[in-house]
């Protein structure tokens, strides 16, 4: 069974640094293309980073560019989401995925979700 569980999450004042953890249990994230998502009541979700698992690309939604970084260590089967330089508009339930093929920042692109992790950006 393919899963993967957040964690990281939690309350951060304006302008602080988070980092996320995606970690995979029943497949091997060296396979995979791992997106990170994040959603707001009453709004889609929008894709935040992705990092591409045939040429190691990354890819970062206007938002993030700059302040989040998205990295892995394979080896844990983990992938990371460094956030740094929080604002209040951050705020949100994130989300890992996981897809074999896909390769952008669109949440249909991807098969496998975690069940997200609240960051709360606030002072």
């Known amino acids: 069974q393919r899963q993967l569980v957040e964690s990281g999450g939690g309350l951060v004042q304006p302008g602080g640094s988070l980092r996320l953890s995606c970690v995979a249990s029943?497949?091997?994230?060296?396979?995979?293309?791992i997106g990170w998502f994040r959603q707001v009541p009453g709004k889609e979700r929008e894709g935040v980073a992705c990092?591409?698992?045939?040429?190691?690309?990354?890819y970062y939604a206007d938002y993030v560019q700059g302040r989040f970084f998205i990295s892995r260590n394979n080896a844990a089967n983990t992938v990371f989401l460094q956030m740094n330089s929080l604002k209040p508009e951050d705020t949100a339930v994130y989300y890992c995925?996981?897809?074999?093929?896909?390769?952008?920042?669109?949440?249909?692109?991807?098969?496998?979700w975690g069940q997200g992790i609240q960051v709360t950006v606030s002072s």
């Open positions: 995925a996981a897809d074999p093929t896909g390769w952008g920042l669109r949440p249909n692109e991807y098969e496998y």
């Open positions: 029943g497949f091997n994230l060296d396979y995979y293309t």
């Open positions: 990092s591409v698992s045939s040429d190691g690309s990354t």
